[in-house]
Antibody, heavy 122, light 105 residues
Framework: QVQLQESGPGLVKPSQTLSLTCTVSGGPITSGPFYWSWIRQPAGKGPEWIGRVSSSGTTDYNPSLNSRVTISVDTSKNQFSLNLDSVTAADTAVYYC??????????????WGQGTLVTVSS | DIQMTQSPSTLSASVGDRVTITCRASQSISNWLAWYQQKPGKAPKVIIYKASRLESGVPSRFSGSGSGTEFTLTISSLQPDDFATYYCQQYNTYIFGQGTKLEIK
């Protein structure tokens, strides 16, 4: 059974960089084909996809965040990571890592971490 | 960008009721749509993919239909465990709807 677990600071100051790591257990991150994604959800709102990375390091990002986002993968640690630059209060949300799978086409998030609340505040 | 709009935002129903939630896309997405269930403090869980296919392990009282721009999620006979928030999500750019909260009447 695949499990994902987010880790990182719960409080980030405005203008700084938000950094989170997702540790995957229950199988190698190189198994697949899968992509590994970050998704966030502000309180009371729907989820927002941030971006995805393949086990080989290929990335795609949400155009609305593209200039501030970097997602990377470390296959030796079975982890992938998120960096979000120049954060503001609007980046306050629960951040999830998730596995993106094919259900006849790429598009379904079938395993998720429990989520971690990140608050942007001075 | 494709926008996903769900209705209603809140739905009050009783155990045993049949309920339907609608999701509309701002342009055609064929049948590339998934539905998720989310309970408070938990991550979303996929229940339907490709508009009408039931995810493994999901009870058969859940069903999905639609194609193009209009989609529905139906729960045939509500169970206590079904009271949650439901989201639709289109495949291509992973955009989610704003959610429908299903609450106990």
């Amino acid at each position: 059974q695949v499990q994902l677990q987010e880790s990182g600071p719960g409080l980030v100051k405005p203008s700084q960089t938000l950094s989170l790591t997702c540790t995957v257990s229950g199988g190698p991150i190189t198994s697949g084909p899968f992509y590994w994604s970050w998704i966030r959800q502000p309180a009371g709102k729907g989820p927002e996809w941030i971006g995805r990375v393949s086990s080989s390091g290929t990335t795609d990002y949400n155009p609305s965040l593209n200039s501030r986002v970097t997602i990377s993968v470390d296959t030796s640690k079975n982890q992938f990571s998120l960096n979000l630059d120049s954060v503001t209060a609007a980046d306050t949300a629960v951040y999830y890592c998730a596995r993106l799978a094919r259900r006849e086409h790429w598009g379904v998030f079938d395993y998720w971490g429990q989520g971690t609340l990140v608050t942007v505040s001075s | 960008d494709i926008q996903m709009t769900q209705s209603p935002s809140t739905l009050s129903a009783s155990v045993g009721d049949r309920v339907t939630i609608t999701c509309r896309a701002s342009q055609s997405i064929s049948n590339w749509l998934a539905w998720y269930q989310q309970k408070p403090g938990k991550a979303p869980k996929v229940i339907i993919y490709k508009a009408s296919r039931l995810e493994s392990g999901v009870p058969s009282r859940f069903s999905g239909s639609g194609s193009g721009t209009e989609f529905t999620l139906t729960i045939s006979s509500l169970q206590p465990d079904d009271f949650a928030t439901y989201y639709c999500q289109q495949y291509n750019t992973y955009i989610f709807g704003q959610g429908t909260k299903l609450e106990i009447k």
